[in-house]
């Protein structure tokens, strides 16, 4: 099996508070991974660990069968990140914005101005690039948080609960591009609170809550094993919560 990521016996202690209780799981190539779990149950934590902005306490994490500790620019070349709080510089166009990201991956001249083009193309942006941010609305920001993840075309990203809060108009748009983005070539790990979007674009899913993974397999596998053809009751029976809060 291919895999892209590795992550074993990776834990995160706040304090007294343990936000990752040593999990381990396996992204495969070229997969849309469904990262599920209630309030707190410490998706971001371990995303961020994967994206290396948290330092973790133990485990590892292996990209391409190359630790991270020992190499973390081989990650973070092939990596974009789009995180659960949008990142983006208010005092800048959209164009700029994803320039800026795009360029702190080595890109200049003419592919930097061919990718900025690209990723502003892909999320519907294209015609408001000379827009500042401030002008946008909630599910505009969003998919410029996502141009700006994407436009160095990373072969592994991760989007940190990308839908929250915005119109159904952006929300169509996004897992559009979410599916055309895996038909190119890329692995991502997709974080969501809604499950007919699980349903609809993940390949495989893993369900945390309080810090441990409870359950992991494909939409189909899950339904069968619960005798369930719910996904949200089968959130409500490991978790004892609903999935959305
Ligand atoms: N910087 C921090 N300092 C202290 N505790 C933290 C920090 N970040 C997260 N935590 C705690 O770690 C646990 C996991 O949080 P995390 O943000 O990873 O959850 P989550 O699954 O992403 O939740 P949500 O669905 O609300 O985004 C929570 O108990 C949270 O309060
Ligand atoms: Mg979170």
């Known amino acids: 099996m291919d895999y892209i990521l590795k992550v074993k016996q990776l834990e995160k202690n706040y304090g007294e508070r343990k936000a990752v209780k ?6 495969k190539s070229g997969e849309i ?19 290396t902005v948290v ?5 590892s994490i292996f990209f391409r069968d190359t630790d991270v500790k020992s190499d973390e620019n081989y990650l973070k070349q092939n990596l974009g990140v789009v995180p ?19 360029s702190l991956y080595g890109f200049k001249g003419k592919e930097l101005k061919q990718n900025v083009e690209e990723a502003l193309n892909f999320v519907g942006l294209w015609d408001r690039r000379k827009d500042l941010p401030s002008k946008f ?19 592994l990203l991760i989007m940190d609960e990308p839908t929250v809060g915005i ?18 070539g890329t692995t991502i790990i997709y974080t969501s609170h809604y499950m007919e979007e699980v349903e609809s674009i993940c390949t495989n ?24 053809d719910n996904l949200e009751e089968i959130f409500l029976q490991l978790t004892g919560k609903a999935l959305r809060d």
Do not use: W
């Not at 609305?137 to 072969?155: D, E, Q, V």
């Open 33 to 51: 991974l469904g990262f599920l779990g209630p309030n707190g149950a410490g998706k971001s934590t371990s995303i961020n660990m994967i994206a």
């Open 22 to 27: 040593g999990i381990s799981f396996n992204v």
């Open 167 to 184: 119109d159904t108009q952006s929300r169509n748009n996004i897992l559009e591009t979410v599916k055309e983005l895996n038909k190119n």
């Open 205 to 228: 899913l893993i369900i945390m809550d309080e810090g441990s993974i409870v359950e992991e397999g494909t939409t189909e596998e899950l339904k069968n094993k619960y005798s369930k």
């Open 137 to 155: 609305s909630g599910g505009m920001k969003r998919r410029l948080n996502i141009a700006c993840a994407i436009a160095h075309k990373p072969k």
């Open 55 to 59: 330092d973790y306490d133990k485990g």
């Open 84 to 102: 659960q709080d949008i990142a983006v510089f208010t005092d800048l166009s959209a164009y700029d914005n994803v320039k800026f990201f795009c």
